[in-house]
Each structure stands twice: as structure tokens, then as C-alpha cells.
């Protein structure tokens, strides 16, 4: 694929006489806030305030981030979605590409802006960007594909009454063994249950849909109005009409809207959840989201609603780009089977080919930067980071069979990908199987897996570096749904070198530097974090001898029962008196 090679070659054409240094201070910190107007509670801002302020920056920019945490408890920043092209320390995920940003410390996030579309910031530590610490990330080219009038950023978010740290430890339970996630209390558009949009007749508007959630798919559909989409996660599409969209967690769409050209009506958005998801469906909430754009506001005239929500046809495997790639055969196929089972410690984690991933000791990166010729071994990543070393340049295939009775969106950092096929079942290399899309193949860096279903996406090792493959439902990454692909570390070595500031950002933790999983050198890595695995379903033989035991055990005391219930209870008596009697 020629996507780095493309985008690269449109930041050279801007010309380096227009390019900007866009800087943001960002002091982490907690605030309160009540946008369902249900509950107000503590959630992660910035500068005091929430909604953290969107960042926007154009093509050839150079983008900081000035960051002090102010919390009581680490974090990191992740720009959703970037390529991170020879930077890819500045990634965001802890423990994968840094180590984390600790209470008190400041830390800075800087990197060239080589793409252009609809992206979101959030933090990737322990499922805190549902307590808030997430924001659109807006990207803007001086010669867009597409034209319109007005440009409006619109996310879509569901909401949780409770802390993030407090409901991961309600789902990552012992007393939770079918795995049921936290169902979110609420959600919204814009940031708030009270956003609105307005409208001037006969102008057309680029709506850009961003699912921020933790958990939640939405349908999207305005009553009386097309959808003509033009962008998917950064990719710009050839325009196509449609009623409604969906968008899971972590994916965006761009959709152009052109206004009525009377204000006879105003007309509602609406943003449907996905219940399928919810293992129960709590009574007060409410999962068919509105809100109004307004063409006349003097009235409340509304035209009647067209709302077909989780009845949509749309298809977003069908969504060719501009830019024409032919999918190529794989060089490189990586198989990882999707699965929830209960595990040794006790609880029901996801996990890729019955492994659940463990952060290790040691961020990836470092590991691969820091251990020589021993980074071309999977080993010295650790035993559970479901590491997959890839060669330099190779088409890589990975086949995604889903056995959950449940979908599941899967987002891969530092690239995007083709979505060459899907099909139900589980894919045995019949290609029979599948519906397949090789001429020019919907790219981007989120797909949604279906229940018990395969998806088959193709990506160019071209970005040597560490990128992380987690599902992007925060509950299920943080129960061990992610694996790790090691992106040409021998190239990676020759190119790059961990600033000093990602070194001191591990001094800080005390973490070290440059090591293995384990935090010693080579491929010495007793001590790396394991050992959390699927419960064997064949007996050991001391499992062989326990289970004998208890059954002789449960048959003698079957044995003891029947015999007390059939014997002459007045027999019975005089023994007991006779004995008695002798001891007195």
C-alpha cells in the first residue's frame, strides 16, 4: 500500500514556508461535570475545565502538547489514528510505546502532522478516557477533496455515572464469571443531552462523526436529509449517499449534509445505540439519542422522524477510497482468534488464540530499541504480549475469527489497513467462504468484527516501529483483548533512538529504561509478567487423584445416608443406651 508514501509526498507539496508550530498547554486535571443532566461526578479535564478543548492543526504542522498531570494517578496521551512515522514513542499507549506520565511530572508530546481528516485525542492508562480525558483531533488540508460551507465537529459519546478504575474492578471480578460489562448510565452528542445544531437553508455542511466511547456503537441519521460520505478515519472516500451510518468505538465518518432550502421544519439527529452490546438493558436508560438542528428556532415545527436505527442497510465494506489501491496477495498472515473464557486467576478476560495480553515490565519499544539482535525474537517481549515480529515491507494479512457472541471493533496504531473480506463462521482458508473486496478495498484503522463471524484486513509493514492491536472497547483491552505487532526492529534500530525525555519519563516510575519484559537484559526473562492463561480442560494427574478422592468420598457419604434412613430407628435407641450404660 502506498498510503505513508502518499501522504508524505502531499506534505512536500504544501511547501515548508507555510508550515506552523501548533502548541497546547495541557494541565491534566479533575473537575466535575453533569452533561446528561442526570448525575454530576468527578471526571478528568483539562485546565479545570471539561470538555477538554479540541485540537485542530493543518497538514505540514508541527503539533505539541505541553502536558502536566495533576491527577493522583499516572497518565498518557494518544492521538488516535497517526501514523507516528519514525516517532513512534509518541505513540501514547502506557507501557507499549512510553512508560506512563506520573502524578506531578510534565512531559511533552511533539510531531509532524503528515495526514489530514477526522481523528480524537484520548488518554490510553486504564480506562481513563471514559472519565472524560478525550477530545476531536481535527486535521485540515489547504486543498480538500470535497467542498463545503460550514465545517462541524460532532462526536458522539456514551457516559458512565461511575469511575473508571471502580467499574474495571467490578468487571474484572471473580463474582463476574460471564464477563457482563458495565452498561453506560447515558450518552450524548456534542459533549451534552442539550447540544443543538442550526442550519442556513440551501448550505452545505461536512459533519464529522466521531465515536469517543468506551463501549457504545452508534446509528447515525438526520430525519429528511442524506448522508453523502466522503472521509473514513482519515481516508477520503468516494462520495457515497446513504441514509444512515454506523459508527462503533473509536471510528469516524464525514458525511456532507446539504440544508432544505425552506425553514418550514426543524429536523432531529439521531444517534441510536447499539443494545445488542448491553448484557442488560437498564430501564432509566435511554439508548435512542436526539437533538435538534434548528433552521427556524421561533418555531418547534419538527418533521416527523425517519429514525430506523439498528434496522440500517449501511455497509462499510463497501466504502472505496479516492486514492485507488488494489489489494496485493499477503507475504505475511497472522491468524488471531477472538475468545472470553474464565481464566487461572479466577475471571472472564478476552483474549487472541487463548492468551489474554499482560503489559509487560517494560514498554515494547524500549525493549526492541534497547536488546540488539534479541529484539528480532518474540521471546524477549514476553510471554503474554502476544507479540508477532514482522518483516520490513511485507503485506501482512490478519485473520480475525470471532468466536463471541458479541461484536467487536479492533483499532491498529501506526497504520490503516484494507478490510479485504468477511464471512460468518470461523475462516479455514476456503476463499468460498468469505465476501471479498480486492479492487479497491474500504482502508481504514478501526474495523468492526460481528459475532461469530471472521474479518480477513491486509496492511504494508512499511512503518518500522511497536503497534498495538487491542479491541477498542476499553473494558475488553483491559481484560487482555490486544496483541502486539514488532514492525522491522532491525530497521527500526538503524533509524531511530528513544529521546532522552522517554528515558526520564521511565526514570521517573521507576521503570527501567532499557530492558526486556522483565526488565533484565537479553532473553533472560524470568520474572516477566504470565502465568494467566485458560483453565486446562484436561485433567493433571493431581487433578486425576483429587477428583478420585472425591468421589470415593461423595459415595461413602451417599452410603452413610441410606443406611441411617433405613435402620430401626427403636434398634438404634437401645445401641445408643446400651452404650451408654457400659461407659457409666
Known sequence: MRSLGTVLLGLASIGLAQAARVVYDWNITYTTANPDGLFERRVVGVNGKWPPPPVEATLGDTLVINVHNSLDEPTALHAHGMFQNNTGWMDGPSMVTQCPIPPGYDFTYEFDIVQHGSYWIHSHYMGQYMDGLRTPFILHSKNETYKYDYDVTLPLEDWYHG????????????????????????????????????????????????????????????????????????????????????LTAAQRVSVLVTAKNTTDFNYYMHADMNIDMFDQLPPALKTNLTAPIYYDASHSKFAPSEDIGMASDFDDLDLPPVLVEAAVEPDHQVNLTIDFQVTTDGINRGMFNGLPYLLPKVPTLNTMLSQGEHALSTEVYGPQTIAHVLKHLDMVEV????????????????????????GP?????????????????????????????????????????????????EWHLESGLAATFIEAPDVAQQRMKLPQSFKDLCAASNIPAEANAAGKQGLDLKGAPSGIELIPDAFTAKGKGALAACVIAALIGMASIVWFAFADPEKKARNIMAAKQQQS
Open 163 to 246: 469511575q473508571s478504575h471502580d467499574n474495571l474492578a467490578t468487571f474484572l471480578n471473580v463474582y463476574n464469571p460471564t464477563g457482563a460489562e458495565p452498561v453506560p448510565e447515558s450518552g450524548f452528542m456534542m459533549h451534552s443531552v442539550n447540544s443543538s445544531l442550526n442550519f442556513v437553508p440551501g448550505k452545505t455542511y461536512r459533519l464529522r462523526l466521531i465515536n469517543m466511547s468506551g463501549f457504545s456503537m452508534f446509528y447515525f441519521s438526520i430525519d429528511g436529509h442524506d448522508l453523502d460520505i466522503i472521509e473514513v478515519d482519515g481516508i477520503e472516500t468516494k462520495r457515497k449517499t446513504v441514509k444512515s451510518v454506523y
Open 425 to 473: 463462521g470461523v475462516y479455514t482458508g476456503n476463499r468460498s467462504q468469505a465476501v471479498w473486496s480486492l479492487d479497491n478495498p474500504t482502508r481504514r484503522d478501526t474495523v468492526q468484527v460481528p459475532a461469530e463471524s471472521f474479518t480477513i484486513i491486509r496492511f504494508r509493514a512499511d512503518n518500522p516501529g511497536v503497534w498495538i492491536f487491542h479491541c477498542h472497547i
Open 399 to 422: 485473520v480475525l475469527n470471532n468466536l463471541d457472541a458479541g461484536a467487536h471493533p479492533f483499532h491498529l496504531h501506526g497504520h490503516v489497513f484494507q478490510i479485504v473480506a468477511r
